[in-house]
Nanobody, 120 residues
Framework: EVQLVESGGGLVQPGGSLRLSCAAS????????MSWARQAPGKGLEWVSG???????DYADSLKGRFTVSRDNAANTVYLQMNNLKPEDTAVYYC??????????????WGQGTQVTVSS
């Protein structure tokens, strides 16, 4: 059974940082691309970032320079380091198996999400 468990969300002030984690199990993590997506209140899903099995990365243009995705294959975990957070980054953040950007129907497995709230 594929399981994805996100953690690391919380309340942070504007300009602060958070690191999200997604612990994966039930599939061959090291050979799988992984993505992060988010959903802000009242809005649709937005693809944030992803990392291929070879470690190469991709980002939504609007987030380049502030967010960094990484992976630890030994720990079956993918991370999202978020710096200089802004109120508009407030959302539920999800990890998913695959690298399909906004082609949501291609993602078969999702985590339960972790809430990130950026507010003073």
């Amino acid at each position: 059974e594929v399981q994805l468990v996100e953690s690391g969300g919380g309340l942070v002030q504007p300009g602060g940082s958070l690191r999200l984690s997604c612990a994966a199990s039930g599939f061959t993590f090291s050979s799988s691309g992984m993505s992060w997506a988010r959903q802000a209140p009242g809005k649709g899903l937005e693809w944030v970032s992803g990392i291929y099995s070879d470690g190469s990365t991709d980002y939504a243009d609007s987030l380049k320079g502030r967010f960094t995705v990484s992976r630890d294959n030994a720990a079956n975990t993918v991370y999202l380091q978020m710096n200089n957070l802004k109120p508009e980054d407030t959302a539920v953040y999800y990890c998913a198996v695959g690298m399909y950007r906004n082609s949501w129907t291609k993602y078969d497995y999702w985590g339960q999400g972790t809430q990130v709230t950026v507010s003073s």
